[in-house]
């Protein structure tokens, strides 16, 4: 019931002392509270802080941490929870939750569920909830394999995979919301002020995410139902905002044209 990412490879520039694990990856973000729990115990995750063999981090429910790896990015949405393990191969085990995976730097490494197993190499969306997994594609190709039976997944197609059966797909994602307010004419506001985002779409669960301008980096991401939804900006600077739209079945769209606020005054 669990997501496996085999890796190899340690993060560069991270030696660990002989007694201890190996660092494998690095926090590069968090926001809010996250927790690593390693061999010492528990404790707050904080940011530039080594992930090891063993390891795991945990996201609250309105929280999100970004791990780097040598050539990918894994970004945890609220409410996840990866455990690294393993021996010769290291596997990211995740146990719920949604991770955004980029890898366009080379292949993404295989991630393997009870239901599938996926490799590739771009921009896909993994969520996983009691024994689906499912899986979108936003850039790059992927496939899925279950139960016997291998899909290929190009950009803006997804797939839908239950225990024992094989993959549901290629299907077509939801699309893109349009319409956003604030848009391409910035709205400005104070850190910590209440911002009323809106936008235009059919479907019944989104998600929106938050991003400083001049960087792919995911400062904030939440899980919503119909708009309008109310966003509070903490940090001062130019930021991006995006909604995408998730279909009945949970398979996540690709996102929406973006909007832009300015946190200053």
Request: glycine share 10%.
């Amino acid at each position: 019931m669990a997501v496996l990412l085999a890796i190899a490879h340690p993060v560069p520039g991270s030696p660990a002392p002989a007694s201890a694990a190996p660092a494998l990856a690095r926090l590069s973000f968090v926001e809010r509270r996250a927790d690593l729990q390693g061999a010492a115990g528990s404790r707050p995750a904080t940011e530039g802080s080594a992930v090891r063999l063993g390891d795991r981090v945990r996201t609250e429910v309105d929280a999100v941490a970004r791990l780097e790896l040598p050539w990918m990015t894994i970004t945890m949405g609220p409410a996840s929870e990866v455990r690294f393990a393993g021996d010769y191969l290291l596997a990211a085990v995740l146990e719920h939750g949604r991770l955004q995976l980029l890898a366009d730097k080379g292949p993404i490494l295989k991630l393997v569920t009870e239901e599938a197993e996926v490799h590739g190499q771009g921009w896909a969306v993994v969520r996983r909830a009691g024994r689906v997994t499912l899986v979108s594609v936003l850039r790059g190709r992927f496939f899925v394999q279950g139960a016997g039976r291998t899909i290929a997944l190009a950009p803006g197609t997804g797939a839908v995979v239950r225990a024992g059966v094989p993959p549901a797909g290629p299907l077509a994602l939801p699309e893109p919301p349009h319409g956003l307010s604030p848009g391409s004419d910035p709205r400005y506001a104070a850190p910590g002020e209440a911002l009323s985002l809106s936008w235009a779409s059919p479907r019944e669960a989104h998600q929106v995410e938050v991003l400083p301008v001049g960087s792919d980096d995911v400062l904030i991401q939440r899980d919503v139902g119909a708009p309008p939804w109310s966003l509070a900006i903490p940090w001062r600077g130019a930021f991006r905002w995006r909604v995408s739209a998730r279909d009945a079945s949970g398979l996540e769209g690709p996102p929406s044209t973006e909007g832009l606020i300015s946190v200053d005054r």
